[in-house]
């Protein structure tokens, strides 16, 4: 039987990325009907008319899109206004960020649908739709770091970019998988002094051995960790334990001790955050300043670049996608390595052991 798959057009606040650009869903075409909710596109550049060209049929409301397809392909996890709209029928294919999100975990089990965290899928020991869009956040923790900085966002009044070759300001990275290295590797360019913390020290001497003497390179919890965090003028917080809630690794008395008008940019907050005591904030309410210092923790900073992220993301998910049109596709999910630990929530179960110890849950098992 054809399969059903709907874009709805996202509802989180100042969220304009869509799943999937008219380009990638023309190969869909025959193997299953394409719904889009009106509007879905239009963040990210691309028209209904775009869509319909592509073979889409465009569906005038979020009602009318979850009560048509089965397919549910997503970017963000369902907000409060989408939960009703959710049924037992539904695969929701999308960054679910579960380990943090305990009410979003109840409702998803209750409705026995079908939860995919796209963020999870793995290809050898990486997380290909996490790493394009880490690499985004990664870039945008400096940029907003630097718009955080200006006298008028309440910062420190410093440009973070070096004007005559010196470097005036300090940018301290924690955590350097891929939004950390991305983060460093803006910093450099601008001419920051950069310091990179990491509990992985192999990653720390690929860090040294790339960068020379444009990088200091620090274990996590040292002493000098500590000194480079409280000293730094941007602070960007970037670990990651996969799947569950991260370490913190900021604390309030780091905060405490920073200088005023400095910044912190926790890009950890999808997963709950790493600087303690956060809240999560919104692109259009982007930080709280705590001790004169500026806590920025902004959960889809690359939804503040639509266009750029949704081709991105549609790019690396196209692929996954098929897996869903098969037949077969439950077992496909099931018994594939790469894909197994995306399948978090099935029919009231769940399935993930990361999210069930990080919410004290029950884990359960397929049988
Ligand atoms: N806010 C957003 O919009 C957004 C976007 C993309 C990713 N993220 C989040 O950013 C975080 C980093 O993602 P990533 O793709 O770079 O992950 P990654 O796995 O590539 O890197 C995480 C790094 O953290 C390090 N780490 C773990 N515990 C640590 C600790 N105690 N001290 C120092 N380092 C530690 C790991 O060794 C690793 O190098 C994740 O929480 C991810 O969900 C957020």
């Given at each position: 039987m054809i399969k059903k798959l709907g874009i709805p057009k996202e509802v989180k606040q100042d969220e304009g990325r869509v799943a999937l650009i008219p380009e990638h869903i023309t190969q869909f075409t025959g193997l299953a009907d394409i719904f889009v909710e009106t509007q879905a596109g239009v963040g990210?550049?691309?028209?209904?008319?775009?869509?319909?060209?592509?073979?889409?049929k465009i569906v005038s409301s979020a009602e009318e899109l979850y009560g048509t397809a089965q397919i549910i392909c997503k970017v963000k996890e369902p907000q409060s206004e989408?939960?009703?709209?959710?049924?037992?029928?539904?695969?929701?294919?999308?960054?679910?960020h579960l380990a943090s999100n305990l009410s979003l975990t109840k409702i998803l089990l209750e409705k026995k649908l079908t939860g995919i965290a796209t963020e999870m899928i793995m290809s050898g020991k990486e997380y290909p739709l996490l790493i394009p869009m880490s690499k985004i956040a990664g870039n945008l923790a400096i940029q907003k770091g630097m718009q955080f900085l200006e006298y008028s966002?309440?910062?420190k009044g410093l440009l973070l970019s070096s004007l005559s070759g010196e470097k005036n300001?300090?940018?301290?990275?924690?955590?350097?998988?891929?939004?950390?290295?991305?983060?460093?590797?803006?910093?450099?360019?601008?001419?920051?002094?950069?310091?990179?913390?990491?509990?992985?020290?192999?990653?720390?001497?690929?860090?040294?051995?790339?960068?020379?003497?444009?990088?200091?390179?620090?274990?996590?919890?040292?002493?000098s960790a500590t000194n480079a965090i409280r000293s730094a003028d941007l602070v960007v917080g970037a670990v990651l334990l996969p799947g569950r809630k991260p370490p913190i690794v900021i604390t309030e008395e780091d905060i405490s001790s920073m200088e005023k008008g400095s910044v912190i940019v926790d890009v950890a907050i999808d997963q709950g955050g790493c600087v303690e005591g956060v809240k999560p904030n919104t692109h259009s309410e982007p930080f709280e300043i705590r001790s004169?210092?500026?806590?920025?923790?902004?959960?889809?900073?690359?939804?503040?670049?639509?266009?750029?992220?949704?081709?991105?993301?549609?790019?690396?998910?196209?692929?996954?996608?098929?897996?869903?049109?098969?037949e077969n596709w439950f077992d496909e999910y099931k018994n594939n390595e790469s894909l197994r630990p995306s399948l978090q929530i099935h029919n009231g179960l769940l399935l993930s052991e990361e999210v069930a110890d990080s919410l004290s849950l029950t884990l359960s098992k397929l049988v």
């Open positions: 990210s550049g691309f028209t209904d008319e775009d869509y319909k060209q592509a073979g889409a989408e939960f009703e709209l959710l049924n037992s029928d539904h695969v929701l294919f999308g960054y679910l966002s309440k910062g300001s300090k940018v301290t990275v924690i955590g350097c998988g891929e939004v950390g290295r991305s983060s460093i590797h803006k910093s450099i360019q601008i001419g920051a002094s950069v310091t990179a913390i990491d509990i992985n020290e192999d990653i720390l001497n690929e860090l040294k051995n790339q960068y020379g003497e444009n990088i200091t390179t620090l274990v996590s919890g040292s002493e004169g210092v500026i806590v920025s923790a902004i959960a889809n900073l690359p939804g503040a670049v639509p266009k750029t992220s949704s081709i991105e993301l549609s790019t690396n998910l196209q692929k996954y996608v098929d897996y869903l049109l098969v």
